[in-house]
């Protein structure tokens, strides 16, 4: 890891440069997933053989202090980088392996040192994606349905949630049928969510306070997505609230 403001850089952690796979030896990757809010860890995994397809069903998710030290895995988990958040001087994210967005994801959350990961909703046949943490630390906002196994990729119907860490529940919104809520992002003072309400990959800006939903405030075209996943990238502007 290099540090921006010394240009020194000094090593974290290592792994094999080649491991065993299909018969064969290949090469692995080193995936760099997310920073905690604070800087002192790092939430990454490991791609054997560089393969995309090995990837998209899942890898081991895995967090090491960014000082170097001991490596701890959290479990399988989608290489997305808006499935991982942090909070509260943990991190909130979507665990399960196998590449539909909608089929046995849970919604987890681990604390260092020791990085167990909890369900954050214990009960029900539901999946998850994309967590963000809310102001106040207390709570995340996330996309949640009803499980399903259908790969269809536009088959989606995700509602935005609010979940408390210490596990209570509250639903913010749900979409018109045929449609999806996707990539919530909280403003600043935690009072509202910018989302993209999607329909067969095309979506449009949303914004949700205070229990109303008001938009679309802009098209944002067309994106395939992947298997139910969707990540818009959406951003508040400089001096929103």
């Known amino acids: 890891m290099t540090d921006e403001r010394t240009h ?3 090593p974290v952690v290592s792994e094999p ?3 065993r796979h299909g018969g064969g030896r290949e090469t692995s990757g080193l995936i760099l997933l997310h920073f905690t809010s604070d800087g002192r860890w790092i939430v990454f995994a490991i791609e054997p053989g560089h393969s995309n397809s090995l990837a998209a069903d899942g890898l081991a998710l895995r967090v090491v202090a960014a000082n170097g030290g001991r490596v701890r895995k959290l479990g399988p988990a989608l290489p997305a980088a808006d499935y991982l958040a942090s909070c509260a001087g943990g991190l909130a994210f979507i665990g399960g392996g196998d590449r539909i967005a909608t089929h046995a994801k849970r919604l987890l959350f681990a604390r260092p ?5 909890r369900p954050l909703w ?5 999946s998850f994606a994309s967590p963000t943490c809310a102001p106040d630390q207390q709570s995340v906002a996330v996309l949640s349905q009803r499980g399903s196994d259908d790969a269809a990729f536009f088959s989606t119907r995700w509602e935005l949630w609010r979940v408390a860490l ?6 913010l919104d749900a979409p018109p049928r045929g449609f999806a809520d996707e990539s919530p992002l909280w403003s600043r003072d935690g ?10 990959g095309y979506g449009r800006l949303m914004l ?22 969707h990540e818009w990238n959406v ?3 400089v001096g929103a609230s």
């Open 8 to 10: 020194r850089s000094h």
């Open 17 to 19: 440069a080649s491991s």
């Open 113 to 117: 040192p020791r990085w167990r990961a």
């Open 122 to 126: 214990r009960k029900g046949n539901r």
């Open 166 to 171: 210490t596990g209570s529940h509250t639903l």
């Open 191 to 200: 009072r509202s969510l910018l989302f993209v309400r999607e329909r067969n």
């Open 208 to 229: 949700w306070r205070a229990g109303h939903v008001i938009g679309p405030f802009a098209e944002l075209g067309y994106s395939l997505g992947y298997y139910g996943h």
């Open 235 to 237: 951003q508040w502007s």
